[in-house]
Nanobody
């Protein structure tokens, strides 16, 4: 059974850090692009970052560039999103997804996790 499971969300103060994990089971991430997306209440789902497992290419949305870092542990079949200097506007449900196209658009991704809540508030 193909599955992506996110973890690591929570409540953090502005300026704090969190590390999200996206663990895959039932398939290998070796040939996929893994993207992180987020969706705040009343807003559309937006791309945050992606990493290509084949090429190692990474990409970040302008809103998170310099603060977030995406990485992959091949042995654990897991992708991480390190989030530093968090701001209240980063508050959202964060999703990971796997697909074959390197894009920040959510539609082309084939597999999705259930999401993890990140709340940045004092």
């Amino acid at each position: 059974q193909v599955q992506l499971v996110e973890s690591g969300g929570g409540l953090v103060q502005p300026g704090g850090s969190l590390r999200l994990s996206c663990a895959a089971s039932g398939f290998t991430l070796d040939y996929y692009v893994i993207g992180w997306f987020r969706q705040a209440p009343g807003k559309e789902r937006e791309g945050v970052s992606y990493i290509s497992s084949r090429t190692g290419t990474t990409y970040y949305a302008d809103s998170v560039k310099g603060r977030f870092s995406i990485s992959r542990d091949k042995a654990k079949n897991t992708v991480y999103l390190q989030m530093n200097s968090l701001k209240p506007e980063d508050t959202a449900v964060y999703y990971c997804a796997a697909g074959l196209l390197a894009t920040m658009r959510p539609r082309p991704y084939d597999y999705w996790g259930q999401g993890t809540q990140v709340t940045v508030s004092s």
